[in-house]
């Protein structure tokens, strides 16, 4: 399988600040790319230098065998690309934003009805379509979003966090249309700062500082985790985190929802150590239990490794 | 460059459905130039009639009463008060009762009945100078007028004139300022509401974000300017159909060329104008700063363009900076075709002009415009 989407050492700098520093990618043709990072990473500038929204200072890309400097018109019949902000018209309706751009995409008159009903369909919104686009809710807006993107039938799609704002049914609609487009050959670039998200996708890139430090499946990344980590319920787990992380042996100890996570090299090794520890400070827990690393976990791990450095 | 003119057509529908849906904008469009229209036509007349005028007369013969009656009957002169002294006309005056004071002296019947000169004393409130210029040259011509009569009467011709000026004004015989505004107030209407309407365009899609999923679509430049330009040529018609109509229906000023000419003139002309706001929108940054830009641009245009103020009068260095405004041109183009009857061939050099300034504009905001984000 060929490289739908390739960047050779992108760079980016707004002023004095390095937005992208060397990005280097490949994604495979028809697959679910992830790119994973904290805020200010780079990802938006990724993305738009990808979509030729923006031009590199260094370094080249191309999309669909398509380059992203000289052949930037070619690559806009191809793409579709979901900026983070909702950019439609709000004060156009469903139907006309559709319209729209199925005009200015040049869609055939005669598979233009059929493709918009399918849209609409997909995307659950046809009893909507009359609304104006700035009545909807966020989730609607994003499903609009999409379907506006999918209306030429691109072959390469961008989604700049796209479920930012969408409560957890929408996001959940939106992955399945994301699935069935992959299904139909659609190579899509996503970024997203939730993790459950970033185990979906076929490969993830993480993302730091604008450059890609780990590439591969969320499997491998996990697989690829060599401690242990410990999930503890206790009463009071802001006090643990801070008597956790005074242990030297203990390499990092972190809040993920309800439970508090430890890392350390070898769990069997450890366990009597904190068990005592825990006893000779009067500290209470409810429950103490290795656990596979989640792809949180593992992120959480990586990114502050590389912060370290 | 990739020209569809189904694109440009999509874009013009898009314009045109969020226009519609904005109060704000339909504001400027239907109500700016009705209210302009009003205001300056009303407003800003320099023609002066009806006087208020407070008349000290010390003579009481046939003769000085036939003189008030040529200043009444001018129209120009409305008797409001009469005074019994010197202090009284200054009183009136001076407390801006009347503009004018006409004093006539005891021995004014008298005089001219022995056939010499009489005399007869104007004061004019001279703060206002437009409407003192107009005073003077008014009673001017009461006094010339009755001083023909009277030389008629007393059939005295042994003395003949060294020297006949008869003036004929042409073209607008009255002198009504009203006639003489109004073409040029129709083009600065027309520049003023095209440039706040499409000084925005670009810069309020860049703002709200709309700009960034356009632009990643494959539409070209030339299709998106020239889309949105079409719909507000098409406003901008309205428009000066609206404000002719006004004109000719409400201020009755007569039209004495070809209207047609004149549309077609105001199409040339809304090219340049839109053209100067799409490369304000293409430049600016925020919609904040578009708008400042107009402003600035508005101003020199109403007071350099001829509009307010004779561009012969003006100093060489402003003259030539007035050169660049196709507003003056226009001007000069509606004065022409509306006051003087002006064909195709007197106003050939304006059209070329702006054409001309047309294309450049346009090719500038296009060259201007980057489909990138930043």
């Known amino acids: 399988m060929g490289y739908g989407i390739e960047a050779l050492s992108l760079s980016k700098s707004f002023g004095d600040v390095v937005a992208v520093d060397g990005l280097d990618v490949q994604v495979k043709s028809g697959t679910i790319f992830g790119l994973i990072g904290p805020d200010g990473a780079g990802k938006t500038t990724t993305m738009r230098m990808l979509c030729s929204l923006i031009s590199p200072d260094r370094g080249t890309a191309r999309v669909g065998g398509n380059d992203i400097i000289k052949d930037s018109e070619k690559i806009k019949l191809d793409i579709g690309y979901m900026p983070q902000k909702f950019s439609l018209y709000g004060d156009l309706t469903i139907m006309e934003n559709l319209i729209f751009y199925a005009d200015i995409y040049q869609v055939p008159k005669k598979e233009r009805k059929e493709k918009i009903d399918y849209l609409l369909k997909f995307s659950n919104l046809e009893k909507h379509s009359y609304k104006l686009a700035d009545q909807l809710s966020g989730g609607m807006k994003q499903k609009l979003a999409l379907a506006c993107n999918l209306i030429h039938t691109p072959k390469y799609l961008f989604l700049d966090e796209p479920t930012i704002g969408v409560d957890p049914v929408a996001r959940r609609e939106l992955w399945k249309i994301l699935f069935e487009l992959k299904e139909e050959g659609v190579t899509i670039f996503v970024s997203t700062p939730y993790m459950d998200e970033a185990e979906r996708c076929d490969e993830v890139g993480l993302i730091n500082k604008g450059r890609i430090f780990k590439k591969d499946t969320p499997d491998n990344i996990i697989g690829g985790f060599q401690k242990n980590i410990v999930s503890i319920y206790s009463d009071d787990n802001y006090r643990l985190k801070d008597f956790f992380r005074s242990l030297d042996y203990v390499e990092d100890a972190y809040l993920l929802g309800e439970e508090l996570h430890l890392v350390v090299d070898d769990y069997k090794d450890k366990e009597m150590r904190i068990i005592k520890d825990l006893k000779e400070n009067g500290l209470q827990i409810n429950s103490m239990d290795i656990i596979k690393p989640s792809f949180e976990d593992v992120f959480v791990n990586i990114v502050k490794n590389q912060q370290d450095r | ?374």
């Open chain 2, 1 to 374: 460059m990739n020209f569809n003119v189904k694109r440009v057509l999509a874009v013009i529908r898009k314009e045109f459905y969020q226009i519609k849906r904005d109060k704000r904008t339909i504001a400027i469009i239907l109500l700016m130039p009705i209210m302009e229209l009003l205001l300056f036509g009303y407003a800003a007349s320099t023609s002066v009639d009806h006087i208020s005028t407070v008349v000290f007369n010390n003579d009481m013969g046939r003769e000085s009463q036939e003189l008030l009656d040529g200043f009444t009957n001018s129209q120009y002169f409305d008797i409001d008060y009469i005074a019994y002294s010197m202090d009284d006309v200054h009183h009136y005056i001076d407390d801006g009762y009347s503009k004018a004071g006409i004093v006539i002296p005891p021995e004014f019947s008298e005089n001219i009945k022995s056939g010499k000169t009489a005399q007869i004393q104007l004061v004019v409130d001279g703060s206002d100078p437009t409407s003192a210029q107009t005073i003077l040259s008014s009673a001017g011509g009461v006094a010339q007028a009755m001083s023909v009569e009277i030389i008629g009467d007393n059939a005295i011709k042994t003395m003949p004139q060294p020297l006949d000026l008869r003036s004929r004004v042409w073209y607008n015989p009255d002198m009504s300022s009203i006639n003489f505004n109004v073409p040029g107030l129709i083009g600065v209407i027309l520049q003023t509401v095209t440039l706040m309407l499409t000084s925005f365009s670009i810069v309020r899609e860049r703002e709200k974000g709309t700009m960034e999923q356009l632009i990643v679509t494959p539409i070209s430049k030339m299709e998106l300017m020239v889309g949105k330009i079409i719909p507000y040529v098409i406003i901008g018609f309205i428009d000066i159909i609206l404000a002719l109509a006004l004109s000719v229906f409400w201020f009755k000023v007569p039209v004495a060329g070809s209207i047609g000419l004149l549309l077609f003139f105001s199409v040339i002309f809304l090219f340049s104008a839109l053209g100067v706001g799409l490369l304000i929108s293409t430049i600016s940054k925020s919609q904040l700063q578009a708008m400042q830009l107009s402003m600035f641009m508005i101003m020199p245009n109403i007071l350099l363009s001829g509009y307010m103020f004779p561009r012969e009068a003006m100093p060489k260095v402003i003259q030539t900076i007035s050169n660049i405004f196709p507003l003056t041109y226009f001007i000069k183009v509606l004065r022409g075709i509306i006051l003087k009857g002006n064909g195709f061939s007197s106003l050939k050099n304006e059209f070329i002009i702006l054409v001309i300034f047309g294309i450049a504009v346009l090719a500038m905001a296009t060259f201007k415009f980057k489909k990138k984000i930043y």
